[in-house]
């Protein structure tokens, strides 16, 4: 089955009882069992149910994992992910990582002593480097957020099992209709559900698929010990956000291509970070290792004044932050996102005051670009 017919049709499609095309929201939180201990697969919905199940049987399919989980964030599944580890363990990670794992590795994990090195993962000899005898994973982000760097998948894997690792990818920006990591060697992949996935800016959800059942095992045995799941009816949204997959992410790729055009010959403009672009340094393997360039731009308008007059300018672009949904979004990473990363941290990132990042959505591009120009103007 291709991506697209996997989308409609690789999970629990309908109904058995009653012919229902629609999975139905199986708002409950305890099952009546036949006798002692003799139930029919459900006990009780923190373990189980049959909406999440069908959920998380969709997005295995689509990743082309063993198995597929469902939490109540993007951060809730990240957390549970470390939950694996132990105390004195080390992951070496991607440097410019979404705020809020940046956060949990500094901030939480670390008082359970859990160890962290931040590395350019877009170059393999740095993560080799920082290996250490406890590293138990290196934990990525391909493209990153904001600076869009890429990372060689397969590259990872080949250190990962070269050095007794999980490899663990955060593929929130690419999708699974753009990017499969466990194609490349990723044994663990993990999405906010919040972003692509769910796509409408209506539900805070996160999603792991694993490669083996052997971590099926373990990943279940924490979803339902830590009990960080996700609701029926969120679980439901997200299948019916994932029906649509693949019609948004080439609707918003296309609007894309044309607003970098826009982008390039803008006079105000000084970066433009976008894989799309050949003279990106990752332009080449994204191309290898995904379908799709995606939907986020992150460009720089030389200062925090005029990046904030831009903001204040835009109509179709909503000052939010967030990503992946069908309405354009636009921020800046250093003032909203990545606030919670230090100055002095962002500053080495490149994570600049003056630079914008836009999600784009699936409104007509020509409005979309007469917006920026007048903003930018
Ligand atoms: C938003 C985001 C997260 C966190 O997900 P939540 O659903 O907000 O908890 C993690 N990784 C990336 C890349 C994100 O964009």
Redesign the pocket.
Known sequence: MRAKTKMIHGGITNDENTGAVSVPIYQVSTYKQDGVGNHRGYEYSRTGNPTRHALETVIANLENGEAGFAFG??????TSIMMLFDAGDHVVMTDD??G??YRLMTKVLNRYNLDHTFVDTSNPRSVEASIQENTKAIYI?TPT?PLLKITDLKRMAEIAKKHDLLLIV?N??ATPYWQQPIDHGADIV??????YIGGHSDV???LVVVKTKELAERVHFIQNSVGAVLGPQDSWLLMRGIKTLALRMEAIEANTKKIVDFLQGHEKVTTIYYPGLPNHPGHELAGKQATGFGGMISFDVGSEKTAEQVLEKVKYFTLAE???AVESLISVPAKM?HASIPADRRQELGITDGLIRVSVGIEDAEDLIEDLEQALR
């Open positions: 964030s993007g951060m809730a599944a990240i990582v979404y809020g794992s982000e957020n955060d929130t920006f993990l999405h906010s559900a919040t972003k805070v959800s996160g967030s990503l992946g996102t």
